[in-house]
């Protein structure tokens, strides 16, 4: 009965928390939104009035339908919603359409299926053990966890200002998390499974799914020291899951592979031709990369080990998505970014078969395949690092060493983000909504773990400080200078570099927290 009682309050809260955030997300109906937008309304275009045959051919735009099929049905079943509200959006020919009716039903439909993204949520909170005893609802491990997934900072501008559907993608993923979390693996490989049909970018923590699947259901025993116990190795589990991947994936690529379109729809989920880099340099080790190429190529000039002549003009700052070589490093090929994120991952992979630490291994070895892969990824956006960040707030309520390196991404991650948000109306709201999300985080971690040692240490602290006068450079000192001019990339650079070392940073500890890390007797004993 106290169980029960608990449940109705928990619902409560939580429908509270889910209204809230929903109703925020309709204030910004109205705010500046991306080029995402017009693509988006164009793949609602293709899908609704061209045959399957044509819609990874068709590019009437430069926005061409570049997500795996299942997505692409997505934006056809909206399609037949959105011509109730303006047929005129589904015109291939009408590029850069945005009547207000269109507009209003674009936004609706990224609120409306983050429906899924909050029952999620609340399944994910389900999963937390309650160890953690607390009379005020705010110190509750799943209060905490609930406000920070269905209020982060990141996923809201992105999703409902700047546009993307990252909320329902997020929510897949989340709940196959979750029901990996409660033994019901076959479900989350399912959704797994369907999740990469919908947007490939998921591929990158695919090796924690597919390590941890099998050493958790495809053995279904360890020995007394915690390895695998390799005659409990079950061929039945290894058919199912091998039936989920190949029946989904025969839903997905099927049709496409019967009309002989299979190499068309993977040039266009994979076109390497974009450049090592995003216009805006996303925070990871190859704007640091950069960086360090054109400090070189400007110290060769003034020692005159360069010849100026042969150095093409902003490169690598013109904001452009393009390919370009560098000047002084070794150039960078989709090989090489391949080849190094595969070494990054491969410690994480180690761990989680020979570590085993139960569903929080599996999302230690997520959170790292994830962050290996925005850190050494080929042509990574900044909106990437949400893949790290979210399953990371699963961790960050139940150790003060993973609360800590939380903050540190999590903050940094969020502030990476600001760029993409850079018209003038949107400046107070993005700041006002990053302070409130920042300090809660700040807050209610330090209070969860209030008898251990500090989360961050006077370093750390420093670093995460200098980001204040880091904004207020960008945002207002540097637009009155003559710098603008000449130099508009600065601000950008300046970004990237510094968030580049805080994620950076966040990676290694959790590397070296992971690594470091003895397995417990309990999982032993399991």
Not at 64 to 85: G, R, V
Not at 216 to 225: G, H, L, P, Q
Not at 291 to 300: E, P, R, S, Y
Not at 338 to 347: D, M, R, W, Y
Request: with cysteine; charged share 15%.
């Amino acid at each position: 009965q106290g169980a029960r009682a608990m449940a109705a309050g928990g619902r409560r809260w939580f429908r509270a928390l889910a209204l809230g955030v929903s109703f925020l997300k309709c204030l910004l109906i109205p705010a500046y939104y991306s080029t995402d937008f017009e693509v988006h309304r164009n793949w609602l275009a293709i899908t609704h009035s061209l045959p399957l045959s044509q819609w990874y051919f068709e590019a009437t735009s430069e926005w061409t339908l570049d997500y795996p099929p299942f997505f692409a049905w997505f934006e056809y079943a909206l399609s037949h919603i959105a011509k109730y509200f303006d047929p005129q959006m589904l015109v291939v020919e009408n590029l850069n359409y945005a009547s207000s009716a269109t507009i209003f039903f674009q936004r609706l439909s990224v609120i409306l299926t983050d429906a899924l993204f909050i029952y999620a949520v609340h399944e994910c909170c389900r999963c937390i053990n309650g160890k953690r005893a607390a009379k005020d609802i705010l110190e509750k491990p799943t209060f905490i966890l609930a406000v920070l997934l269905l209020w982060n900072f990141g996923l809201l501008i992105v999703d409902h200002i700047h546009f993307q559907y990252n909320g329902f993608l997020f929510g897949l993923m989340l709940l196959s998390v979750a029901r990996l979390c409660q033994k019901r693996y076959l479900e989350g490989a399912l959704l797994f499974a369907v999740l990469l049909h919908f947007k490939h970018i998921y591929i990158y923590v695919a090796p924690a799914y597919g390590i941890y699947l099998l050493r958790s259901y495809c053995f279904t025993a360890n020995n007394a020291d915690g390895s695998v116990k390799w005659r409990s190795f079950s061929f039945l589990h290894v058919t199912l899951l091998g039936l989920i991947v190949c029946l989904v994936s025969a839903l997905s690529l099927g049709p496409f592979l019967v009309l002989g379109q299979l190499p068309q729809v993977i040039s266009r989920l994979f076109p390497f031709k974009r450049g090592l880099c995003h216009a805006y340099w996303a925070p990871n080790f190859w704007a640091l990369y950069n960086a360090m190429d054109k400090a070189l190529t400007i110290l060769g000039l003034k020692c005159n080990f360069l010849d100026g002549t042969k150095i093409p003009k902003a490169s690598m700052t013109g904001g452009l998505v393009q390919e370009f070589q560098h000047t002084v490093l070794p150039s960078v090929t989709p090989l090489a970014t391949l080849i190094c994120t595969f070494i990054a991952i491969l410690p994480s992979v180690f761990c989680l078969w020979f570590k085993p630490q139960g569903p929080r291994g599996f999302l230690q070895c997520l959170v790292l395949c994830a962050l290996s892969s925005f850190m050494f990824g080929w042509h990574v956006h900044e909106k990437a690092i949400l893949l790290a960040i979210l399953p990371l707030s699963l961790l960050s309520i139940q150790r003060a060493k993973d609360a800590g390196i939380y903050l540190i991404l999590a903050t940094t991650g969020h502030f990476s983000l600001f760029p993409l948000l850079f018209t003038p109306p949107e400046l107070p709201i993005k700041i006002l909504l990053m302070l409130l999300f920042t300090v809660y985080s700040f807050s209610s971690l330090k209070s969860l773990f209030r008898r251990e040692k500090p989360l961050l240490n006077w370093l750390e602290t420093i670093y995460l400080i200098q980001l204040v006068p880091l904004e207020i450079f960008c945002e207002i000192v540097f637009p009155l200078t003559p710098w603008k001019q000449h130099f508009p990339f600065v601000p950008l650079l300046l970004t990237s570099v510094y968030c580049a070392l805080g994620i950076t940073y966040a990676w290694l500890k959790l590397y070296i927290s992971v690594l470091t890390e003895r397995t417990s007797v309990r999982q032993k004993a399991e």
